[in-house]
């Protein structure tokens, strides 16, 4: 906003105005219209509608987000392999480009929509109410989303979902928290995932949890292993007491 | 980054608006209300608006951003601030536990046509 201060509240200082009534030589009359709408007012109500539909048919949508890389495909193999058969599963999943995670999900045999998002770097309420027209999704079920890999944007686009659950993996800095506060402050559950290679790593758990409950008192941890499988005991259990 | 979709959610929003006022030849400015803590940067929203208005009603019009400021009040002194991040401790004492409100706003506050 300004380069030679940090004060936050600068903004006013660069707006130039062009006010209509300065207009003279234009043949134009001008109106004020009043409109007070918040920008992201469409993509809410869309996702209301979605949360509607889903609550109908005791569906439990899940919002995962996390940066690139930090295992929330490999989670969701890992879970459907072992829940599959016990909970109707579907999942979406959001990519940029690629069909990728989507074809690693269909491996596992469960129904999976992919959305590619382009140059967006979010998915939005109006793509799940699109994909969500392509599966069959059965009463009582869980519906996984996975966000474009991003911790930025997805927090600020609601869509449809009961909870997000951020995963952040330890070969990341435990200071993601203080980083991206939005997101841990949005997020219900976080994930800690790769906590296999903890033995290797300086990475400190009781600080990043720290730094996250700063900005979300109530947010809850499960530390796992997506590839060692420790851990996903207590994921399934989170998963089992929020369907009923 | 999200500040292109929310600029043409701006810009769509405006326009469906718009096309309800009657004979509108273009829309010369725009008021929007950003809060410091809504996660949208300032120059860049300013940016992709420009773009997003190419070959539009609004493609001349002047955005104008208003930036709010969030609001903390201390858990311990009761002191009140303003705050620049979901991490701020009180100014006054150090405490930690601030309750923020506002900051988040992201809206369109009036926008004015051109009539024939
Ligand atoms: N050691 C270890 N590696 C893991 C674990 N979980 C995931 N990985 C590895 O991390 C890499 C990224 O995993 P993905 O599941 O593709 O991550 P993602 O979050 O879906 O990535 P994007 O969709 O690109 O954002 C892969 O090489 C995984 O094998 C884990 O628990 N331990
Ligand atoms: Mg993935
Ligand atoms: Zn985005
Ligand atoms: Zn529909
Ligand atoms: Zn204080």
């Known amino acids: ?244 | 980054m999200h500040e292109m979709s929310l600029a043409m959610s701006i810009v769509d929003l405006v326009m469906e608006q718009s096309t309800r006022e009657g004979e509108v030849d273009r829309v010369s400015e725009v008021e929007v209300e950003v809060g410091n803590l809504a996660g949208v940067l300032i120059d860049s929203l300013e940016f992709c608006l420009e773009a997003a208005a190419r070959s539009t009603l609004l493609e001349e019009a002047n955005f104008k951003i208003i930036p709010t400021m969030a609001q903390g009040e201390c858990p311990s002194c009761r002191a009140s601030f303003e705050v620049a991040s979901l991490y701020a401790v009180c100014c006054h004492c150090g405490a930690a536990g601030v309750t923020i409100s506002g900051g988040q706003e992201l809206k369109v506050r009036s926008f004015v046509i051109e009539e024939k």
């Not at chain 1, 007012?41 to 509608?49: D, F, Q, T, V």
């Not at chain 1, 879970?79 to 959001?94: H, N, R, S």
């Not at chain 1, 480009?97 to 989507?102: E, P």
């Not at chain 1, 292993?225 to 994921?235: C, R, V």
Request: charged share 25%; proline share 4%.
């Open chain 1, 1 to 244: 906003m300004c380069d030679s201060c940090d004060c936050g509240s600068h903004g006013e200082s660069v707006i130039i105005s062009k006010p209509g009534a300065d207009h003279k030589h234009s043949p134009t009359h001008s109106r004020t219209v009043q409109l007070e709408i918040d920008v992201l007012a469409k993509n809410n109500e869309i996702a209301a509608r979605n949360r509607a539909f889903f609550a109908s048919k005791g569906i439990l949508a899940l919002n995962l987000v996390s940066s690139p890389g930090s295992g929330k495909t490999t989670i969701l193999e890992r879970t459907i392999g072992d829940l599959k058969g016990q909970i109707p599963l579907a999942v979406i999943e959001g990519d940029q480009q690629t069909l990728r995670d989507a074809e690693r999900i269909e491996a596992t045999g469960i129904e999976v929509v992919q959305v590619n998002t382009g140059t967006g770097c979010h998915l939005d309420g109006e793509m799940i109410h699109r994909a969500m027209h392509q599966l069959t999704l059965e009463q009582d079920s869980i519906l996984f989303i996975e966000n474009v890999g991003n911790l930025v944007c997805p927090a600020l686009f609601d869509l449809g979902e009961a909870a997000k659950v951020v995963t952040i993996s330890v070969t990341e800095g435990e200071d993601k928290p203080q980083k991206y506060p939005h997101m841990f402050r949005a997020a219900t559950l976080c994930l800690i995932n790769k906590i296999d290679l903890l033995p290797h790593l300086d990475f400190d758990v009781a600080a990043c949890r720290g730094f996250a409950r700063q900005v979300n008192p109530e947010l809850e941890f499960i530390e796992v292993s997506a590839t060692s499988g420790e851990g996903m005991g207590q994921w399934y259990d989170w998963l089992r007491t929020r369907c009923i």
